[in-house]
């Protein structure tokens, strides 16, 4: 079991009328996660640049920017440039030259990089990008929507990702995302999960440093 678990509060379930206190009630937390969606990659539309650029003024933590978007390449250095910290895209956002040029430009404007999979894509895929990337997004739920419930055989995807990593000595982040709660946490961590998202679990709850804690213990 891993000890030092990441908490990444989803600020798509925040309050967008008081953003300021919404990101203040989640500062014990590792990294903001910052949902983008085009309603073509998915079948919903969140924000964008505008929203980035007013929550890099609020909070310190890192950006995790989550771009559920087609041809990420055409946005992802205007995101580098307005503070997101690492950038996520799809695997299936785009053909595989094009997600590894958007790859190496994330790296090249000195941000970390992430690779996202949706749930019904196999873990081979991911084998092109291993390699270059800071960050492993394995989507526990069909990316578009928060408050949606764990697909249960995501676990042994991450198990899977887990061995892919180990074995070849990489040093990058296994982030999970979509219906994280406690006890899901719990299998998250388990199967070897050192990023968890969480956006219902987080601001659905009053007392948000209390969420967080409890997420953050599900690694102990
Ligand atoms: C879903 C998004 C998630 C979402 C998670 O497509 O990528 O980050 O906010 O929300 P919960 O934690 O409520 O499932
Ligand atoms: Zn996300």
Same mark, same amino acid.
């Given at each position: 079991? +891993?000890? @030092? ?11 967008? $009328?008081? @953003? ?18 085009? $309603? ?11 929203? @980035? ?10 950006? /995790? ?15 580098? /440039? ?13 053909? !595989? ?7 190496? /430009?994330?790296?090249?404007?000195? *941000? ?33 929507? $928060?408050? !949606? ?11 899977? &990702? +887990? *061995? ?37 679990? &987080?601001?659905?709850?009053?007392? +948000? ?12």
């Amino acid at each position: 079991m +891993r000890l @030092l678990i990441k908490i990444a509060p989803s600020i798509l379930s925040a309050d967008f $009328g008081c @953003l300021d206190r919404e990101l203040r009630s989640v500062e014990t937390a590792d990294y903001i996660h910052f949902d983008v969606m085009d $309603g073509v990659f998915v079948p919903n539309i969140s924000f964008g640049m505008p929203i @980035l650029k007013c929550v890099r003024k609020l909070t310190k933590l890192p950006l /995790d920017v989550h771009l559920m978007i087609e041809k990420p390449i055409r946005y992802v250095l205007e995101f580098a /440039d307005l503070g997101a910290d690492i950038i996520t895209v799809h695997a299936e956002s785009d053909e !595989q030259r094009e997600i590894l040029k958007a790859i190496e /430009d994330v790296k090249n404007a000195g *941000k970390r990089c992430g690779i996202s999979i949706k749930p019904a894509t196999p873990v081979s895929v991911l084998e092109e990008y291993l390699e270059l990337v800071d960050m492993i997004l394995v989507m526990t739920v069909e990316p578009g929507f $928060g408050g !949606q419930k764990f697909i249960a055989e995501m676990a042994d995807k991450i198990r899977c &990702v +887990r *061995k892919l990593v180990d074995e070849r000595g990489l040093k990058c982040e296994i982030e999970v995302d979509g219906g994280i709660n406690s006890h899901t946490a719990e299998i998250c961590v388990e199967s070897g999960a050192d990023v968890l998202v969480a956006g219902s679990s &987080v601001f659905g709850e009053e007392y +948000r440093d209390r969420a967080i804690l409890e997420l953050r213990r599900s690694g102990l």
